[in-house]
């Protein structure tokens, strides 16, 4: 092992240990001459500038580190920032030779003068002095002035929009008592510092562009000069989308549904009715967070569309249950309906009855019924149209009554009394053969009223469909 050399290792870095340390000292005594001697006779009351008409210059620069809150509903912007001011101070200067080559110095902001610089739009009641942090002090006077800041901002929100709107929010910096004539601002950078900026979970940051502005308000005559950045804000919208526009679609796709609920089910206005309510659940789940204004936002327009489109496909609903249980009191099917809706509307919408399709339409049907009816006997038809015809059926009726009771005209008066049984026996026959009838044409009439509902209840199911796959293109494309 090299002895001499790992021992000569040791005395060199302890030699240079203690010579730093010495530095230290060195640059600690000098660093507090510097600062006996600077403010000895120094005030932070005044404006650093050897001539009073001469206009002291204040550069700014901001950085965005965080949005923490954008608060539609009272319009109030809350970031986190980093305030960078830079200015000259006239009275704190020195020589660098005589201070051991020291060149700046650290000290507390509140032993210099401050340009009082202000948020003019702050909305906050916060009324908290600036950080009290430190300023870099250089040996030519010049200031920096590094202070971090929780600033609340008003600003004007465009809810037209929502969920995929774009805001602009402005800061407005300026000095709250000195004019353009005693302290100007000037722009360090043409936009803010994004550099630092933490992602946001819902707004996306589209640029932040800087702007020096020179007011002369009605108070004063002298010109006031402020710096405005501008805020570009994107909501991220799919948050909103899936929450609260992907429900309200689905929602309102089952609006139509209920035309193809069947009547007798009796649910067809109780499912209208939830649509309806679930869907004022999601408009006032909107109406919360969004400011009053008379801008209604756009997913708040759909939310109303489709409100009314299923307030309207109810009360239709209403009115084809009425026409569906019209049963056998109502009048017949106009001939109108029986054309437009029951010929026509009925095949272009497929609407059929049980068994019945487009090859084999119901007067087929009907014509088959009739041909079954003329086969049966001659003594189920209507009653007798003149007197030869009651003579003729009455002769019949004996020689029936005659073969079958075997009397063969034997004894007339027992034939008379079995042919008036036999004729009232044929009057009740045909009464229950007429009530039959009659039965079988109230029921006609009442399928024909239930097809017909059918049928227009088919007609607003996709013309609802159809408005509703409308609306939702709209609102996508205006997206």
């Keep these: 092992m090299d002895w001499p050399h790992s021992c000569f290792s040791v005395c060199w870095i302890l030699w240079a240990a ?17 600062f006996n001697d600077l403010f000895e006779d120094y005030s932070n009351a005044l404006r650093p500038v050897e001539d009073t008409d001469k206009v002291l210059n204040v550069t700014l620069q901001i950085t965005l580190s965080q949005i923490k809150d954008m608060d539609e509903r009272n319009q109030i912007l809350t970031a986190y920032l980093w305030i960078r001011q830079i200015w000259y101070d006239a009275y704190l200067k020195w020589d660098r030779d005589q201070y051991d080559g020291l060149d700046t110095i650290r000290i507390p902001s ?95 940051i589209h640029g932040m562009p800087a702007v020096k502005n020179v007011i002369t308000y009605g108070c004063c005559s002298e010109p006031y000069p402020d710096i405005t950045f501008t805020l570009i804000l994107k909501r991220k919208s799919s948050f909103y989308i899936v929450n609260l526009l992907i429900p ?17 089910s009796g649910e067809k206005v109780s499912l209208g009715v ?36 299923i307030t309207a496909s109810t009360a239709l609903t209403i009115m084809v249950m009425n026409i569906h249980f019209c049963g056998a009191e109502a009048k017949p099917v106009p001939q109108w309906a029986r054309v ?20 084999s339409p119901r007067h087929s049907k009907e014509q088959e019924r009739h041909q079954k009816n003329s086969k049966l006997p001659e003594l189920h038809r209507k009653g007798p149209r003149n007197r030869d015809n009651n003579i003729s059926r009455k002769k019949e009726i004996n020689r029936l009554l005659n073969n079958d009771l075997g009397t063969q005209g034997e004894n007339p008066k027992e034939a008379d009394n079995y042919c008036a049984r036999y004729t009232a026996l044929t009057r009740n026959i045909e009464y229950i053969a007429k009530c039959l009838k009659d039965h079988r044409t109230n029921n006609a009439k009442g399928i024909e009223w239930k097809k017909v509902a059918k049928v227009i209840d088919r007609f607003f199911m996709w013309i609802f469909f159809i408005m509703v796959f409308a609306m939702s293109i709209l609102i996508i494309a205006k997206a």
């Design 18 to 34: 203690s010579r730093l340390r010495v530095i230290e000292a060195a640059e600690g005594k000098y660093a507090q001459k510097l």
């Design 110 to 204: 509140d032993l210099v003068w401050r340009p009082d610089i202000v948020l003019y739009n702050k909305a906050d009641d916060d009324s908290s002095e600036p950080v009290n942090t430190n300023v870099v002090l250089r040996y030519d006077g010049l200031i920096t002035w590094d202070s971090p800041a929780i600033t609340k901002s008003s600003c004007v929100v465009d809810v037209s929009y929502f969920p995929f709107d774009d805001q602009q929010c402005n800061l407005t910096f300026g000095s709250w008592t000195y004019n353009g004539n005693q302290v100007d601002i000037f722009n360090a950078l043409d936009s803010g510092d994004l550099s630092d900026f933490i992602e946001d979970v819902e707004w996306e």
């Design 248 to 264: 309200c679609v689905l929602i309102s796709f089952l609006a139509p549904l209920s035309f193809y609920l069947p009547a007798a």
């Design 274 to 309: 939830t649509v309806l309510l679930a869907m004022t659940v999601f408009q006032l789940m909107v109406a919360e967070i969004m400011p009053p204004s008379e801008n209604v936002p756009l997913i708040g327009k759909y939310y109303i569309a489709t409100m009314t489109l």
């Design 340 to 359: 437009v809706i029951l010929k026509y509307m009925s095949k272009i919408l497929f609407v059929y009855d049980v068994g019945e399709s487009f090859a």
